[in-house]
């Protein structure tokens, strides 16, 4: 791998996680119903994803495997965003993005409970680390705190575990569409689950009584925005780069996400965090990150 590949990888990968980190503010902008934002950036980002495997690939067969895979991604993510949205309305899409990383420590227990992996130092640490942080950020006022900011929080969190689930069942959709004789590119997958989740949303709507239609071309703008760069553009970055840089280098550059998110509530939504609330910020930070490591040993054990 050449210092150049690297670096632009590095550039895009930042870039992609930055990207991520603003979808919070752009759900809080088009100030629709949670839920009716989800299908929409669903909807709209899976019409752009069949565009673009339409144009390059064209569409291939999927093996049964496969099929009996692509579900999970699609219920997950749906539940995901139904959750995370809720969540950015209750606590503001800083928090409610840092909660979301989480997803760290539930695919650690994954690898646990479906796999076989043992938990490392790393983990256990990290673990510390990140609660300490959130008691930093919440913990000393949490009894004083109104009812619905606590639902944010446990909305923030769960979004993490249903992340976990999206992140498993997508990774595995993909290997099984590998598999098959045409190979099925990773954009016709992600199309497939995007359509899904949308479906999903829909019918969750539906149930809430939400209104879905926008009530502006702004607003249309806003959802167009997150779908083709919130949701495509950024993941299409992100999984592009994961192929050339090392984990824990991917991992430490995620952390934009939240820290963008984190930012974007201090400069727009006029959020005044306290000391006390910055060191949370940076500590919780720090515990998702090492969470997130992987040893030597590790990476030898997945290249072998």
Same mark, same amino acid.
Do not use: N
């Given at each position: 791998m050449t210092t150049t590949s690297r670096s632009l990888a590095t550039t895009e990968l930042l870039i992609g996680a930055a990207i991520i980190g603003s979808n919070g503010l752009m759900v809080r902008l088009t100030q629709m119903p949670p839920t009716a934002v989800a299908f929409w950036r669903m909807l709209l980002a899976g019409l752009l994803l069949a565009a673009l495997v339409q144009a390059r690939h064209g569409w291939q067969p999927l093996p049964k495997s496969a099929w009996r895979w %692509?579900?999970?991604p699609m219920l997950a993510f749906a539940v995901d965003l139904w959750m995370w949205h809720k969540s950015i309305l209750l606590v503001g899409p800083g928090l409610s993005t840092l909660l979301a990383n989480a997803q760290v420590f *539930?695919? =650690?227990l994954a690898g646990v409970l479906l796999f076989g992996e043992r %938990? @490392? !130092?790393? *983990?256990?640490a990290g673990v510390v680390l990140a609660f300490f942080g959130l008691w930093l950020l919440l913990g000393a #006022? !949490? &009894? @004083?705190l109104p009812a619905q900011y606590r639902w944010g929080v446990w909305l923030g969190l =769960?979004? #993490? %575990?249903a992340y976990a689930a999206y992140n498993i069942g997508i990774k595995r959709s993909q290997h099984e569409a590998a598999t098959g004789k045409a190979r099925a590119p990773v954009e016709q997958v992600l199309c497939l689950a995007a359509f899904g989740s949308a479906l999903c949303l829909g019918l969750l709507g539906w149930a809430e009584g939400e209104a879905f239609a926008p009530p502006s071309m702004q607003v249309w703008g806003i959802l167009l925005a997150l779908a083709a760069v919130g949701h495509c553009l950024s993941w299409i970055l992100i999984s592009r780069s994961m192929v050339v840089l090392p984990v &824990?280098? &991917?991992g430490l550059l995620l952390l934009a996400q939240p820290i963008v998110a984190y930012l974007l509530d201090v400069l727009v939504l006029d959020l005044v965090p306290t000391p006390r609330q910055w060191a949370g910020l940076a500590v919780s930070l720090a515990g998702i990150f090492v969470a997130g490591m992987k040893s030597r040993q590790d990476h030898a054990a997945q290249e072998a």
């Open positions: %692509l579900p999970v *539930f695919m =650690a %938990l @490392s !130092w790393r *983990f256990l #006022g !949490w &009894a @004083s =769960a979004t #993490g %575990l &824990a280098l &991917a």
